[in-house]
């Protein structure tokens, strides 16, 4: 597991629901985490783990939320994480509005993660993660969470979990034809695709659901992988070339891909 994470979705509720349930994952005690059943993973539903802490924006003299969260609130935190956890492995520390943190606090957060202590994670929460500076963005494992429900599910979320069980599978003939026949999709299209693949492998690494046949190391890449797709997408790459760097540049079974 990474020792700094960044969680982007426009929705609030997602954030916070993902974000507690990677914070579940980070401080579960037992091999299959998260359990839901051991110490850690109980008081944390409850909410009384003393290892997990919040860092929102503060009230001013006159109650109004500030605009946002400052540089003494950042080094406060990382004086913090630099004391031993109370009781788990781990300190976890969620910024469920990181976006909203001026110059002066990245900077201060910026050397936290580049020499974190070794028992510290920081989960980073954002609507907007092009407010966060380049050097903070480059430190961070990127996922994405689940938008506002809308109703119906998209219609492309069945290909996506097709596409992260051949993936599972280690199919890529049938991965390679997969990809093909996706590759009259619009740009629109493969974009929600792209979306709902994320939104699989986001699920998968927080514990919500299985992901067969994929390991850690595997869903990682390929969340990088589809970030990539995504950016060429936007550069107005064909959906055909981008599905063939899906198909080709895939994860594989037990290897790490770039």
């Not at 509720?13 to 359990?35: D, G, I, K, M, Y």
């Not at 390929?222 to 981008?242: K, M």
Request: with cysteine.
């Amino acid at each position: 597991m990474s020792h700094a994470y960044l969680l982007v979705s426009p929705a609030d509720t997602a954030r916070e629901e993902q974000s507690l349930r990677l914070a579940q994952r980070l401080l579960c005690s037992q091999p299959n985490a998260p359990c839901g059943r051991c110490r850690d993973c109980r008081k944390l539903l409850a909410g009384v783990h003393p290892d997990l802490l919040w860092l929102r924006r503060q009230k001013d003299d006159k109650g109004k939320l500030r605009r946002e969260i400052t540089v003494d609130q950042i080094r406060a935190m990382t004086a913090d994480a630099a004391v031993a956890p109370n009781e788990a492995e781990r300190k976890v520390y969620i910024l469920p509005e990181a976006d909203t943190m001026n110059t002066q606090a990245q900077n201060a957060l910026l050397k936290a993660l580049e020499d974190p202590p070794g028992h510290a994670c920081f989960i980073l929460c954002a609507a907007a993660p092009d407010a966060l500076l380049p050097t903070v963005l480059s430190r961070l494992v990127r996922m994405h969470g689940q938008p506002e429900a809308s109703g119906a599910p998209s219609p492309l979320e069945p290909f996506a979990a097709e596409y992260l069980s051949l993936l599972g599978r280690g199919d890529r003939a049938s991965l390679a034809r997969f990809c093909m026949q996706r590759a009259k999709l619009t740009g629109d299209e493969a974009l929600d695709f792209i979306d709902c693949a994320r939104t699989l492998v986001c699920r998968a690494l927080c514990g919500e659901q299985p992901a067969e046949g994929l390991g850690r190391e595997q869903l990682f890449c390929l969340c990088g992988l589809l970030d990539r797709a995504e950016l060429y997408l936007r550069r107005n790459l064909s959906a055909r070339q981008v599905f063939g760097l899906l198909a080709s540049a895939a994860p594989e079974q037990g290897k790490e891909r770039s």
